[in-house]
């Protein structure tokens, strides 16, 4: 009866890098959600999966974000040529399916790019 | 553009006294309004919702309250208790998208 789980935890990366940050949801649940809160905001949606397809991709900030879902399950966000201003927690939440509703949300991983 | 804003970033209140946090939207097809609690370190969970089609859900010492043609809801946390200190997002959602205002964090002094 797990809940949501994200890695890692924490993140310090060097502007430039690459980094990929993993997503495993509740066991069953169809949709997948990719948010980012950066410093003093609220949560911006970043993706959303139903399945391992992504209807909508329109909230990713830019073409360095990209983002996959494998088997229905897990899911990776990965982040090409870190930015600072890519410095924020990134939440991963999971539900039963549309319509949005109540979503399970991970720990989240702190990304932090030097 | 946000769609769903939280206009005081903090709010104070004493033990037993009422809380009230506040929520605008913009977009009037969202159709479902969530409440999401919000501790350090962790992710935000899921606290209370409401449908549009309702313009009150209680559960427990938790209301909210929506106001379609205002636009408006609130949340009315009655007793607050010292363990509601957090920070609360609101949320509003139309089929798969949901917006997240940037939230108030509550603090309950004792």
């Known amino acids: 009866g797990a809940g949501v789980s994200q890695s890692p935890s924490n993140k310090v990366t060097e502007k430039g890098k690459d980094v990929e940050l993993r997503c495993d949801p509740i066991?069953?649940?169809?949709?997948l959600y990719w948010y980012r809160q950066s410093l003093g905001q609220g949560l911006e949606f970043l993706i959303y999966?139903?399945?391992?397809?992504?209807?909508?991709k329109s909230g990713l900030p830019s073409d360095r974000f990209s983002a996959e879902r494998t088997g229905g399950s897990v899911s990776t966000l990965t982040i090409q040529r870190t930015q600072q201003e890519d410095s924020a927690v990134y939440l991963c939440?999971?539900?039963?399916?549309?319509?949005?509703?109540?979503?399970?949300f991970g720990p989240g991983t702190r990304l932090t790019v030097l | 553009d946000q769609q769903v804003k939280q206009n005081s970033p903090s709010l104070s209140v004493q033990e037993g006294r009422i809380s009230i946090l506040n929520c605008d939207y913009t977009?009037?097809?969202?159709?479902?309004f969530l409440w999401y609690k919000k501790y350090p370190a962790e992710g935000p969970t899921f606290l209370i919702s409401?449908?549009?089609?309702?313009d009150k859900n209680e559960d427990g010492r938790f209301t909210v309250f929506l106001n379609k043609s205002a636009k408006h809801l609130s949340l009315h946390i009655v007793p607050s208790q010292p363990g509601d200190s957090a920070v609360y997002f609101c949320?509003?959602?139309?089929?798969?998208?949901?917006?997240f205002g940037a939230g108030t964090r509550l603090t309950v002094k004792p």
């Open positions: 977009n009037s097809m969202f159709d479902y």
């Open positions: 066991s069953g649940h169809t949709a």
């Open positions: 939440a999971s539900s039963l399916g549309p319509p949005a509703g109540k979503q399970y």
């Open positions: 999966f139903q399945g391992n397809s992504a209807p909508d």
């Open positions: 409401i449908s549009s089609i309702k």
């Open positions: 949320a509003a959602s139309a089929s798969y998208d949901m917006r």
